[in-house]
């Protein structure tokens, strides 16, 4: 097999570096990831993010270091639940809907299923966020 310049170049070019995004700061876990948080580095790391408009608005899931590339599983949606919130339980079962108040036990975003204590019965049961933050118990 003869090897030909834009062959070459070509194998080149599949091989080069693409540009992952990184931390131009330290990001905290749970706070919300802006533009000018960000920066570029030319790097070939598997499963890293390369888009800005992939990561902005979303919440660190973990500390997310400068230089260090983001992976999809470092940010998530922002939660609208956190921990020990008091929040609405629904319960719908035909034409019947119950409400009352729950404790939640963990945190999480609009369509996540989260923990939560009953306040009047102390049982602990597992719902769906809504996207108001109330919780419906299937």
Known sequence: MRLTLPLILALLAQTAAADILVPAR?????????AEDLVTNPADVP???????????????VALYPGRPVRPGDVGPPALVGRNDVVTLIFNSGGLTITTEGRAL?????????????????NTVTGKIRSDGAVVVQ
């Open 26 to 34: 330290l990001i905290r876990a749970k706070e919300i990831v802006r």
């Open 106 to 122: 963990g945190r999480g975003a609009h369509g996540e299923h989260v923990r939560v204590m009953n306040l009047n019965s102390r």
């Open 47 to 61: 499963g890293a993010l390369s888009q800005v408009d992939e990561i902005v608005g979303l919440e660190a899931r």
